[in-house]
Protein backbone atom coordinates (compact mmCIF):
# COMPACT_ATOMS: atom_id res chain seq x y z
CA UNK A 1 0.00 0.00 0.00
CA UNK A 2 1.50 3.63 -1.25
CA UNK A 3 1.92 5.95 1.84
CA UNK A 4 2.82 9.55 1.71
CA UNK A 5 3.45 10.95 4.68
CA UNK A 6 4.02 14.72 5.34
CA UNK A 7 5.88 15.88 8.84
CA UNK A 8 3.03 18.66 10.03
CA UNK A 9 -0.88 17.92 10.21
CA UNK A 10 -1.19 21.97 11.24
CA UNK A 11 1.24 24.73 11.06
CA UNK A 12 1.13 28.06 12.74
CA UNK A 13 3.84 30.62 11.30
CA UNK A 14 4.35 34.03 11.82
CA UNK A 15 5.19 36.16 8.85
CA UNK A 16 9.05 36.60 7.38
CA UNK A 17 9.61 32.83 9.15
CA UNK A 18 11.25 30.62 6.87
CA UNK A 19 9.05 27.32 6.43
CA UNK A 20 10.07 23.86 5.66
CA UNK A 21 7.07 21.33 4.80
CA UNK A 22 8.56 18.03 4.94
CA UNK A 23 6.83 15.12 2.42
CA UNK A 24 8.16 11.38 2.24
CA UNK A 25 6.69 8.36 0.20
CA UNK A 26 7.70 4.54 0.29
CA UNK A 27 7.27 3.88 -3.21
CA UNK A 28 10.16 3.94 -5.12
CA UNK A 29 8.12 6.59 -7.01
CA UNK A 30 9.98 8.97 -9.60
CA UNK A 31 7.84 11.99 -9.88
CA UNK A 32 6.88 14.13 -6.94
CA UNK A 33 4.52 16.90 -6.39
CA UNK A 34 3.72 20.09 -4.33
CA UNK A 35 0.33 21.04 -4.49
CA UNK A 36 -1.88 23.95 -2.09
CA UNK A 37 -5.61 23.75 -1.87
CA UNK A 38 -8.12 26.50 -1.26
CA UNK A 39 -11.46 27.10 -1.28
CA UNK A 40 -12.77 28.01 -4.43
CA UNK A 41 -9.58 27.84 -6.31
CA UNK A 42 -9.32 23.78 -6.04
CA UNK A 43 -5.90 22.25 -6.03
CA UNK A 44 -2.72 24.15 -7.40
CA UNK A 45 0.49 22.76 -8.54
CA UNK A 46 3.43 24.80 -7.09
CA UNK A 47 6.80 22.33 -8.00
CA UNK A 48 7.42 18.99 -8.96
CA UNK A 49 10.28 16.69 -9.04
CA UNK A 50 11.01 14.19 -11.82
CA UNK A 51 14.33 13.04 -10.20
CA UNK A 52 16.54 13.54 -7.03
CA UNK A 53 17.72 17.32 -7.39
CA UNK A 54 15.57 17.94 -10.62
CA UNK A 55 12.47 20.19 -10.09
CA UNK A 56 10.38 21.88 -12.29
CA UNK A 57 8.23 24.90 -11.28
CA UNK A 58 4.34 24.18 -12.03
CA UNK A 59 1.11 27.05 -12.08
CA UNK A 60 1.95 29.26 -8.90
CA UNK A 61 5.78 29.02 -7.75
CA UNK A 62 6.58 32.67 -6.70
CA UNK A 63 7.39 32.56 -3.25
CA UNK A 64 8.11 28.59 -2.94
CA UNK A 65 11.52 26.83 -3.41
CA UNK A 66 11.73 22.84 -3.26
CA UNK A 67 14.55 20.35 -2.43
CA UNK A 68 14.76 16.87 -3.47
CA UNK A 69 18.30 15.26 -2.46
CA UNK A 70 16.94 11.82 -1.59
CA UNK A 71 14.25 10.08 -4.20
CA UNK A 72 11.78 9.17 -1.08
CA UNK A 73 11.74 12.91 0.22
CA UNK A 74 10.52 15.98 -1.30
CA UNK A 75 10.40 19.15 1.00
CA UNK A 76 8.53 22.59 0.28
CA UNK A 77 10.20 25.53 1.14
CA UNK A 78 8.89 29.14 2.17
CA UNK A 79 11.61 31.76 2.31
CA UNK A 80 9.74 34.22 3.84
CA UNK A 81 6.13 33.51 5.15
CA UNK A 82 3.60 35.78 4.03
CA UNK A 83 -0.41 35.42 5.30
CA UNK A 84 -1.53 34.88 1.41
CA UNK A 85 0.64 31.50 1.86
CA UNK A 86 -1.68 30.38 4.42
CA UNK A 87 -3.57 27.13 2.88
CA UNK A 88 -3.90 23.41 3.04
CA UNK A 89 -0.57 22.00 1.45
CA UNK A 90 -1.08 18.47 -0.17
CA UNK A 91 2.03 16.55 -1.61
CA UNK A 92 1.83 13.81 -3.77
CA UNK A 93 3.76 11.02 -5.76
CA UNK A 94 2.46 8.97 -8.50
CA UNK A 95 3.32 5.93 -10.15
CA UNK A 96 4.09 5.60 -14.59
CA UNK A 97 1.85 8.09 -16.41
CA UNK A 98 0.21 6.33 -19.34
CA UNK A 99 -0.06 3.25 -17.66
CA UNK A 100 -3.51 1.42 -16.76
CA UNK A 101 -2.82 1.89 -13.36
CA UNK A 102 -1.32 4.99 -13.43
CA UNK A 103 -2.58 7.35 -9.96
CA UNK A 104 -0.90 10.66 -7.89
CA UNK A 105 -1.02 9.17 -3.98
CA UNK A 106 -1.73 11.81 -2.08
CA UNK A 107 -0.38 12.76 1.71
CA UNK A 108 -2.90 13.72 4.19
CA UNK A 109 -2.07 17.39 4.04
CA UNK A 110 -0.45 20.40 5.97
CA UNK A 111 -2.58 22.92 6.96
CA UNK A 112 -0.63 26.33 7.45
CA UNK A 113 -1.42 28.93 8.94
CA UNK A 114 0.47 32.47 8.77
CA UNK A 115 -0.51 34.89 11.01
CA UNK B 1 -11.62 30.51 -18.68
CA UNK B 2 -10.64 27.89 -16.46
CA UNK B 3 -8.62 25.13 -17.58
CA UNK B 4 -10.95 22.66 -16.06
CA UNK B 5 -14.21 23.58 -15.23
CA UNK B 6 -17.09 21.22 -12.90
CA UNK B 7 -20.75 22.25 -12.18
CA UNK B 8 -20.69 24.09 -8.89
CA UNK B 9 -22.68 21.97 -6.99
CA UNK B 10 -23.26 21.04 -4.05
CA UNK B 11 -25.79 18.69 -5.13
CA UNK B 12 -28.10 17.56 -2.17
CA UNK B 13 -30.08 14.33 -2.96
CA UNK B 14 -31.71 11.31 -1.20
CA UNK B 15 -30.25 7.83 -0.61
CA UNK B 16 -31.10 6.03 -3.71
CA UNK B 17 -31.19 8.93 -6.29
CA UNK B 18 -29.29 8.87 -9.02
CA UNK B 19 -26.81 11.59 -10.14
CA UNK B 20 -24.88 13.10 -12.47
CA UNK B 21 -21.54 15.80 -12.74
CA UNK B 22 -20.25 17.30 -15.69
CA UNK B 23 -17.12 18.82 -16.57
CA UNK B 24 -15.42 20.60 -19.14
CA UNK B 25 -11.55 21.08 -20.00
CA UNK B 26 -9.86 23.47 -22.09
CA UNK B 27 -7.02 22.13 -23.37
CA UNK B 28 -7.58 19.76 -26.31
CA UNK B 29 -3.65 17.81 -25.79
CA UNK B 30 -5.39 16.66 -22.46
CA UNK B 31 -4.25 12.73 -22.66
CA UNK B 32 -6.29 11.39 -20.12
CA UNK B 33 -9.07 11.91 -17.32
CA UNK B 34 -9.92 10.86 -14.06
CA UNK B 35 -12.27 11.53 -11.06
CA UNK B 36 -10.97 11.50 -7.65
CA UNK B 37 -12.64 11.95 -4.43
CA UNK B 38 -11.95 13.91 -1.53
CA UNK B 39 -13.78 13.05 2.13
CA UNK B 40 -13.87 16.13 4.68
CA UNK B 41 -10.64 16.95 5.92
CA UNK B 42 -9.04 14.16 4.06
CA UNK B 43 -6.51 13.83 1.10
CA UNK B 44 -7.53 13.53 -2.71
CA UNK B 45 -7.99 9.67 -3.79
CA UNK B 46 -8.28 8.12 -7.52
CA UNK B 47 -12.15 7.18 -7.86
CA UNK B 48 -11.74 6.32 -11.21
CA UNK B 49 -10.09 6.82 -15.05
CA UNK B 50 -11.86 7.75 -17.32
CA UNK B 51 -11.48 5.95 -20.83
CA UNK B 52 -13.07 7.33 -24.31
CA UNK B 53 -15.29 4.53 -24.35
CA UNK B 54 -16.55 4.58 -21.56
CA UNK B 55 -16.18 2.82 -18.36
CA UNK B 56 -17.82 1.34 -15.24
CA UNK B 57 -17.27 0.42 -11.91
CA UNK B 58 -20.09 -0.90 -9.70
CA UNK B 59 -22.35 2.12 -9.02
CA UNK B 60 -20.14 4.65 -10.79
CA UNK B 61 -20.11 5.27 -14.43
CA UNK B 62 -17.42 7.63 -15.90
CA UNK B 63 -17.90 8.98 -19.77
CA UNK B 64 -15.43 10.69 -22.00
CA UNK B 65 -16.57 13.10 -24.97
CA UNK B 66 -12.93 14.28 -26.48
CA UNK B 67 -15.12 16.21 -29.52
CA UNK B 68 -16.88 18.16 -26.90
CA UNK B 69 -13.86 18.13 -24.46
CA UNK B 70 -16.52 16.65 -21.73
CA UNK B 71 -16.44 14.35 -18.82
CA UNK B 72 -18.96 13.27 -16.59
CA UNK B 73 -19.61 11.19 -14.03
CA UNK B 74 -22.58 9.04 -13.11
CA UNK B 75 -23.56 7.82 -9.65
CA UNK B 76 -26.54 5.64 -9.28
CA UNK B 77 -28.27 3.84 -6.46
CA UNK B 78 -26.52 6.60 -3.74
CA UNK B 79 -25.60 5.97 -0.19
CA UNK B 80 -24.70 8.05 3.03
CA UNK B 81 -20.88 7.04 2.08
CA UNK B 82 -20.54 8.65 -1.26
CA UNK B 83 -21.30 12.11 0.46
CA UNK B 84 -17.77 13.70 -0.18
CA UNK B 85 -16.29 16.29 -3.20
CA UNK B 86 -15.21 15.22 -6.76
CA UNK B 87 -12.68 16.22 -8.53
CA UNK B 88 -12.38 16.10 -12.40
CA UNK B 89 -8.29 16.01 -13.40
CA UNK B 90 -7.21 16.69 -16.34
CA UNK B 91 -3.64 15.03 -17.31
CA UNK B 92 -2.18 16.91 -20.17
CA UNK B 93 1.47 15.44 -19.69
CA UNK B 94 3.06 12.37 -20.65
CA UNK B 95 6.28 11.75 -18.96
CA UNK B 96 5.06 12.84 -15.81
CA UNK B 97 1.56 14.06 -14.14
CA UNK B 98 0.85 16.94 -14.74
CA UNK B 99 -2.21 17.12 -13.48
CA UNK B 100 -5.34 19.92 -13.63
CA UNK B 101 -7.97 19.27 -11.18
CA UNK B 102 -11.26 21.02 -11.13
CA UNK B 103 -12.99 23.09 -8.39
CA UNK B 104 -14.41 20.18 -7.31
CA UNK B 105 -18.24 19.39 -6.74
CA UNK B 106 -19.39 18.60 -3.22
CA UNK B 107 -22.05 15.64 -3.38
CA UNK B 108 -24.37 15.08 -0.10
CA UNK B 109 -26.47 12.25 -0.06
CA UNK B 110 -28.79 12.13 2.91
CA UNK B 111 -31.54 9.62 4.64
Known amino acids: DVKVTQSSRYLVKRTGEKVFLECVQD?????MFWYRQDPGLGLRLIYFSYDVKMKEKGDIPEGYSVSREKKERFSLILESASTNQTSMYLC??????????????FGPGTRLTVT | RKEVEQDPGPFNVPEGATVAFNCTYSNSASQSFFWYRQDCRKEPKLLMS???SGNEDGRFTAQLNRASQYISLLIRDSKLSDSATYLCVVNVGTSYGKLTFGQGTILTVHP
Open chain 1, 27 to 31: MDHEN
Open chain 2, 50 to 52: VYS
Open chain 1, 92 to 105: ASENQPGTASYEQY
